[in-house]
């Protein structure tokens, strides 16, 4: 009978959850009425369940609007391959205009998870009053203040629209008024929110969701108000490090690292303060890095998609087949600036290079990857009359990446030495357990208590006053002691904490939102020279202003 109530709102949500476009006439034919239902955690959880499956939706395609707009990744065209309108070149080279797609739907998505928290919020509201009833409403509001959040962060002021069935159009409320709302929202349910972790709570908010939440707010408090906010971040981060009496949420040590992100992951990773749950063996996944970062030639070695060499040794990619080989090649656009790698490379005892694959490919025995293509194909620049001569070489990532064909579309030709150009990230390991697609298992945290540690290291160096011990070196070597052999730090600098934070968090959705606060989002790297500081903001899209009139245009567009 359950699927009947979980049908009602299914039909709800697709008449429409965008704010300020409720539908309001809908009768219920149920029988489950909201005198009876929910009443059980587990009904309140199913009608919940859908903002979480948003929340896996917004992260595996909007982290990349975030990503790209930053030194840490890049994705170039390959012959006309993946230029896509030229969306990527745009988020890379800062000249992005409203209509970039990636620019709208990640406005659209964080206003969806707005709405359709909104929306959970009306059918919750006649539910009958009990504990259960109370952490449920204190999850959705938790996700809400995120979505508020996604918009504050990446668009400043927007409507502050709360309330399901309100069908007059609401102005953009400023920065300031947003980030006071998110503050508030978060404060008020603190006590309704559950404070344990593990398997109950993996994946939902609890008070420690809001606490990071908090924190991040307050760390980049200037940025969005104009005013520093350095002790509240220090207490907030305060908070979720006391929790269960400093043991809940523990820094990994160095040896598990690098598979805390792997597709096995999930609720005994203690470090995780909120994750976001994916399923690689389902189509609602959807995850999957392994695509877009995977060197085209190494997906048999990373088991990609259920690549094997079966009983071949070694196999000679393209040249070999047969014996159980599969070789599903992943698309393997995206890469890394050398500049964000460098980062990396400047303390060979950290296990965080690990997540990096550059310079020469070898098999698990040491033995080089082979390649078999034609002197043509690796090199489509090549004159010489034999072109279509077969030839192997030893699969090598340049570490540079150079538009060899096409400067004004950004592209770097569509040969071997081409699609081998850039570092590739595999912190997301592709996915060994799924061999039926390409979607991965792998959970992402969004909060994890090492970026709590750093938050507070950075705001003691920023001014805050230091607690419970702690100065800024001291903090930040938690986190070096558990991933690097080298010497602890005797002393840090912001740009130190800066370049920690990067080694930390990449891949992570943080890294815009830090090269800003630190005042490098508009420096030149990479191909980009637009040095605008208007684009700390992206630009509200032309659907939202066609769709509310009320809006106006941010600053420069």
């Known amino acids: 009978m359950k699927k009947i109530f979980v049908f009602l709102f299914a039909s709800i949500v697709a008449a429409g959850a965008m704010q300020s476009c409720h539908k309001v006439d809908v009768v219920s034919n149920s029988e489950y009425t909201p005198a009876v239902f929910p009443t059980t955690e587990a009904q309140f959880q199913s009608v919940i369940g859908p903002i979480y499956t948003h929340l896996r939706n917004i992260y595996q395609g909007d982290q990349l609007t975030f990503s790209l707009s930053t030194d840490e990744s890049i994705l170039p065209a390959y012959g006309g391959n993946w230029y896509d309108g030229n969306k990527y070149q745009e988020l890379h080279r800062h000249t992005w205009t409203k209509d970039n797609p990636w620019v709208n739907s990640t406005y659209s998505d964080a206003a ?193 998609s259920g690549s094997t060499a079966g009983n071949n040794v070694d196999p000679i990619m393209n040249g070999t087949s047969g014996n159980g080989l599969v070789n599903s090649k992943p698309s393997g656009p995206r890469a890394t600036l050398s500049t964000f790698l460098n980062y990396f490379l400047s303390d060979p005892n950290d296990i965080r290079l690990g997540q990096w694959l550059y310079g020469p490919q070898y098999w698990p025995d040491g033995n080089p990857i082979m390649v078999r293509t034609t002197k043509k194909g690796y090199d489509q620049f090549y004159t010489g009359s034999d072109g279509s001569t077969s030839i192997d070489y030893a699969l090598v990532l340049d570490t540079s990446i150079k538009l060899r064909q096409n400067d004004a579309l950004f592209d770097c030709g569509n040969d071997e030495i081409a699609w081998n150009q850039g570092a590739r990230n595999i912190k997301f390991l592709a996915d060994y357990t799924n061999t039926a697609s390409r979607n991965q298992g792998n959970d992402v945290p969004l909060f994890r208590i090492s970026d709590i540690i750093l938050m507070k290291a950075e705001a003691i160096l920023r001014g805050g006053t230091a607690t419970n011990g702690h100065t800024a070196v001291s903090l930040v070597n938690m986190i070096r002691s558990k991933r690097s052999t080298s010497a602890a730090w005797t002393t840090v600098t912001l740009e130190d904490l800066y370049q920690e934070r990067s080694r930390e968090l990449a891949w992570e959705f943080w890294h815009r939102n830090d090269m800003i606060r630190f005042g490098k989002y508009e420096t030149i790297y990479g191909f980009k020279s637009n040095t605008e500081t208007y684009r700390r903001l992206y630009p509200i899209p032309t659907v939202a202003l066609s769709a509310n009139p009320k809006l106006t245009q941010n600053p420069g567009y």
């Open 112 to 304: 969806y998870l707005v709405g359709l928290a909104n929306q959970t919020l009306y059918i919750l509201k006649d539910a009958p009053d009990g504990a259960a009833k109370s952490s449920g409403i204190a999850e959705v509001k938790a996700m809400r203040a995120l979505g508020f959040f996604m918009l504050m962060d990446g668009y400043g002021g927007v409507p502050l629209d709360t309330l399901y069935g309100v069908t007059e159009l609401k102005a953009r409320a400023t920065r300031t008024d947003v980030f006071n709302y998110i503050e508030s929202e978060l404060k008020s349910i603190l006590p309704n929110l559950k404070t344990a972790s593990g398997a109950t709570t993996y994946g939902k908010p609890t008070r420690y969701f809001a606490f990071s939440l908090l924190a991040k707010l307050y760390l980049n408090a200037e940025v969005y108000t104009g005013t520093a906010r350095l002790n509240d971040c220090i207490a907030a981060c305060d908070s979720v490090m006391n929790a269960g009496g400093g043991s809940q949420y523990v820094v990994e040590p160095r040896s598990s690292y690098l598979s805390m992100f792997y597709p096995t992951n999930g609720p005994s990773m203690k470090e995780f303060i909120f994750a976001i749950p994916f399923d690689g063996a389902t189509s609602s996944g959807y995850y999957f890095p392994a695509r877009y970062d995977l060197n085209r030639n190494l997906g048999i070695r990373y088991k990609y």
